[in-house]
C-alpha cells in the first residue's frame, strides 16, 4: 500500500512538472531542494515532506481559477 501510494505521488510530481514546463533543476530551485531530491521524487525512492508537499500545490495550481478547487487548498 505504502509503495502505490509514493508511486502515485511520483507520477503526479513529474506529470505536474513535465506541463509546467520545468526541469528537474528549475522545479528544485523553486521548491529549495536539490534535483536529486525532486529526482527521488520522481522515482518513488522518497516521497516530500509536508511543507514541500504544499509549495507544489501552490506552484501547480497557480494560474488556474480558484472556483474550480476546493477552499482548503488555499
Known amino acids: 500500500m505504502e509503495n502505490m501510494n509514493a508511486d502515485k505521488i511520483s507520477q503526479s510530481i513529474r506529470s505536474c512538472r513535465k506541463r509546467q514546463g520545468l526541469s528537474q533543476d528549475e522545479l528544485a530551485n523553486r521548491l529549495h531542494v536539490t534535483r536529486q531530491a525532486v529526482s527521488k521524487w520522481e ?32
Open 43 to 74: 522515482g518513488a525512492q522518497s516521497v516530500p515532506d509536508l511543507e514541500k508537499i504544499l509549495l507544489l500545490s501552490r506552484l501547480y495550481l497557480n494560474g488556474r481559477t480558484a472556483a474550480h478547487y476546493p477552499r482548503w487548498i488555499y
